[in-house]
């Protein structure tokens, strides 16, 4: 009896108080060394708030949040978004100003459609120049070689399509020169949403630089190379034989070595371009010109071979002259 007498004086001193009652604290059962050690020390100092509690970083700016089209978000998803500047990386993510999504089938459209203009315009070229060939092989043919006219050797004709064949090669160089600018300002049109303003001013300061320059070629070949070749050939066979000058091999060197060299003069516009994008350095290309040089000679060897190997070596050493000049004005106005 005494046991269960207990038992109820247990149950009545953790009963809730009564109205009236002084309220009594609850005792806590969990013993003085679990309260030791939940109350924080004296010299554990103010509590630092956790990083993950949402209050402590009220005052830290939201990430920068992009739609992968360079449109920043707001704080909130309220807010309208902002744009911004196309030269700028914001999220290292930007994007030109005229840029928009378009779907495969459209860009391979319009591909399409601006190679036939250029090619259309080429043909119109090649068109006209059929009508003129026949003269201009007979001017070409007096003018390519260094004697006066009534000592130039006469063309030879060893198929009975060659004649036809070279004035279809000669009408196409025609269209091509024709059709060069056009598929240049094609090109551009076509890059031109995906163009940063300052890439937009590099190409169309290129465009016209180009175009000069591949002009500047074919007058450095026609004038220069192609004299010094022929008269090189005489005189390698002269006293021993009588030179027989096929007239479609003698044009279809001469209409390699020009074409050719129009592309060769592109070089200082090459390198100039990838030193203004970053690409390369002065100093590099200077460490690097023997590499440079066996590149030109067997490109020249590789486009412009004949037997006597005195084309490639023309072609090689005009190459290295227009690189190393390049680099002797870039060390003139400083840049490295």
Not at 10 to 29: F, I, M, N, T
Request: charged share 20%; proline share 8%.
């Amino acid at each position: 009896m005494a046991d269960e007498s207990g038992s109820t004086g247990d149950r009545e001193d953790h009963a809730e108080p009564r109205e009236g009652d002084d309220e009594q604290p609850v005792s806590d059962e969990r013993g003085p060394d679990t309260d030791m050690a939940a109350a924080p020390s004296d010299t554990d100092g103010a509590v630092e708030p956790s990083d993950t509690d949402p209050a402590a970083n009220d005052d830290e700016e939201p990430p920068v949040e992009t739609d992968g089209e360079g449109v920043v978000g707001g704080a909130h998803d309220d807010e309208e978004p902002s744009y911004p500047d196309p030269d700028e990386d914001v999220g290292g993510i930007s994007t030109p100003p005229d840029d928009e999504e378009m779907p495969l089938a459209d860009h391979i459209e319009e591909m399409v459609l601006r190679l036939a203009m250029v090619a259309l315009v080429g043909a119109a070229g090649t068109a006209i120049g059929l009508l003129f060939a026949s003269d201009a092989i007979s001017y070409i043919w007096t003018d390519i070689f260094p004697y006066q006219a009534e000592e130039v050797p006469p063309p030879h004709i060893y198929h009975p399509l060659e004649l036809w064949l070279t004035r279809i090669k000669l009408s196409a160089l025609l269209g091509i020169m024709v059709a060069l600018p056009m598929f240049v300002y094609q090109c551009y049109l076509f890059m031109k949403p995906g163009l940063y303003p300052h890439e937009r001013k590099y190409y169309l300061a290129a465009v016209p630089t180009s175009v000069v320059l591949a002009g500047v070629g074919m007058l450095f070949s026609y004038q220069l190379v192609l004299p010094i070749l022929f008269y090189y050939f005489t005189f390698y066979a002269e006293g021993s034989a009588n030179i027989a000058y096929a007239l479609g091999d003698t044009f279809d060197l001469v209409i390699t070595l020009t074409g050719f060299l129009a592309i060769v003069f592109q070089i200082p516009l090459f390198i100039m371009l990838a030193i203004m994008m970053g690409v390369t350095t002065r100093r590099w290309l200077a460490e690097k010109r023997l590499y440079f040089w066996a590149a030109f000679f067997g490109l020249a060897f590789m486009f412009t071979f004949d037997p006597t190997a005195m084309a490639p070596v023309l072609v090689g050493m005009t190459m290295i002259f227009l690189f190393e000049g390049t680099l002797l004005v870039l060390k003139w106005v400083g840049t490295e």
